[in-house]
């Protein structure tokens, strides 16, 4: 790929960082102000060789998100490389309503293989597109909030949003 769009707007939750290709779908996504934080969640096969800053459609989703709207980010059209199980992972995260998330096992079961809890996280792990792929809907089976790349104060933050949203 040789260039693509960053963009960068303000949260409640601190700077979040677009970046996509040029038929503006998203390729990463997350809460820093850091292009190389960004660049390095993407596989080499669709990292950019160029940034541009510019609009990008995601950012007007992202910023109804914020403003109440938290289904607002369902229709960003997201770019991912990896294997079908990863691929099938990214997708059921898309189905994971807000407000009502999901362990990882629960999200394994989802998937069709309730042994592969490693696997299912590691889906979670490996995703670029934070927010419009929703990774932090996923939880320990304790109830806990587990791990998240953009920090544990974001991904409650995100899952109280949403769960206002839902009782609303």
């Given at each position: ?33 850091d292009p ?6 993407l596989a ?124 609303a």
């Amino acid at each position: 790929m040789t260039a693509a769009t960053i963009q960068f707007i303000d949260t409640p939750d601190g700077p979040f960082g677009i970046i996509a290709d040029e038929n503006d779908r998203v390729l990463a996504s997350g809460w820093t102000d850091d292009p190389a934080a960004l660049l390095g969640r993407l596989a080499p096969s669709i990292r950019p060789a160029e940034l541009e800053q510019g609009e990008t459609a995601a950012a007007a989703a992202a910023r109804a998100y914020y403003a109440g709207d938290v289904t607002a980010i369902d229709a960003v059209e997201v770019v991912q490389t990896g294997g079908e199980f990863h691929q099938k992972g990214w997708a059921a995260l898309r189905e994971i309503e807000p407000g009502h998330p999901l362990s990882y096992q629960e999200f394994a079961v989802a998937l069709g293989r309730p042994t592969a809890v490693r696997a299912a996280a590691s889906a979670c792990a490996r995703n670029a597109p934070a927010l419009f792929v929703p990774c932090h809907r996923v939880l320990r089976t304790d109830g806990s909030m587990g791990g998240f790349a953009w920090g544990v104060d974001v991904k409650r933050s995100l899952l109280a949003r949403e769960a206002a949203a839902a009782s609303a």
